[in-house]
């Protein structure tokens, strides 16, 4: 069965670093893998994604991820965080089967604090 | 601003008692999806619809829990008896399949079962 793995729970940044959370994977195939983040009291957002081709994928706000097959990991990373950064930042997969768009399992999540 | 909508956005009830939840997705949006988030599980699949036809329930306790599409503007995910274990926040998104992945999330619906 496929898993996520955020080994992160928490992180705190200062504002004006960069950031890096982790995602790792288990799959039988190279997954679509996604990164989605939610605001407190609010439903999901769509960071991006990666599906093939590039590994290294752009996404809105200012985010990057980049896809690694031989650490099956999909990290997700931004150069220089603002306040409005502090959140819940959840990894997903979905079945390469189904296109992306079959139903997504998801890491436990790592909750982003930005210290001023 | 196209965006999925569920109603209500709290609900307190007691335990044994029926519970209805609405999604309306995006208009044109062909996949339903339902999920439940606790800080226990974090996020689960609990069913998906893809042209109002059920793909996936696999992740629904099927004695008490039921999804339906009745048409395509309206999801509805019901539990009958409620027990305290289904207090969570529970999602609804919509997506399209020609974008490939893309899911739409709602606001939740937050139960509390008593």
């Known amino acids: 069965a496929q898993s996520v793995t955020q080994p992160d729970i928490h992180i705190t940044v200062s504002e004006g670093a960069s950031l890096e959370l982790r995602c790792n994977y288990s799959?039988?195939?190279?997954?679509?893998l996604f990164w989605y983040v939610q605001s407190p009291g609010q439903g999901l957002q769509l960071l991006l994604k990666?599906?093939?081709?590039?590994?290294l994928v752009q996404g809105i706000k200012g985010f990057e991820a980049e896809f690694k097959r031989s650490q099956s990991s999909f990290n997700l990373r931004k150069p220089s965080v603002h306040w409005s950064d502090a959140a819940e930042y959840f990894c997903?997969?979905?079945?390469?089967?189904?296109?992306?768009?079959?139903?997504?399992?998801f890491g436990k999540g790592t909750h982003l604090i930005i210290q001023p | 601003d196209a965006r999925v909508t569920q109603t209500p956005r709290h609900k307190v009830t007691e335990m044994g008692q029926e519970v209805t939840m609405r999604c309306q997705p995006i208009?044109?949006?062909?996949?339903v999806f339902w999920y439940r988030q606790t800080m226990m599980q974090g996020l689960e699949l609990l069913a998906y619809?893809?042209?109002?036809?059920?793909?996936?329930d696999s992740g629904m306790p099927k004695d008490r829990f039921s999804a339906e599409m009745p048409d395509a503007t309206l999801a509805t995910l019901k539990i009958q008896p409620s027990e305290p274990r289904d207090s969570a926040v529970y999602f609804c998104?919509?997506?399209?399949?020609?974008?490939?992945?893309?899911?739409?999330f709602g606001p939740g619906t937050r139960l509390t079962v008593l």
């Open positions: 998104a919509s997506g399209l399949v020609s974008t490939g992945g893309e899911q739409f």
């Open positions: 799959y039988g195939a190279t997954p679509y």
């Open positions: 990666y599906f093939s081709g590039d590994t």
């Open positions: 997903a997969v979905g079945a390469p089967s189904g296109g992306g768009a079959d139903g997504l399992t």
């Open positions: 208009l044109g949006h062909n996949t």
């Open positions: 619809f893809r042209n109002r036809a059920p793909l996936d």
